[in-house]
């Protein structure tokens, strides 16, 4: 229980497309860039993957 609790990550859900000030951020352009060019095009399934392992902790 003790390991669990150290490794327990909190992670606010924000729905992006309510929220045009963080949509339209320079910070999010960036990460979606990052993001897009790690997944070769697959930016879709790379962020369904880093939710199921942000729920799976």
Same mark, same amino acid.
């Given at each position: 229980?003790?390991?669990?609790?150290?490794?327990?990550?909190?992670?606010?859900? /924000?729905?992006?497309? !309510?929220?045009?000030? #963080?949509?339209?951020?320079?910070?999010?352009?960036?990460?979606? $860039?990052?993001?897009?060019? /790690?997944?070769?095009? !697959?930016?879709?399934? #790379?962020?369904?993957?880093?939710?199921?392992?942000?729920?799976? $902790?």
């Amino acid at each position: 229980m003790i390991g669990k609790m150290e490794n327990y990550v909190n992670v606010d859900y /924000i729905d992006i497309d !309510k929220d045009s000030k #963080l949509k339209a951020s320079e910070e999010y352009k960036q990460v979606i $860039q990052f993001l897009t060019h /790690i997944s070769g095009g !697959k930016l879709e399934q #790379l962020l369904y993957m880093l939710g199921f392992i942000v729920s799976s $902790q």
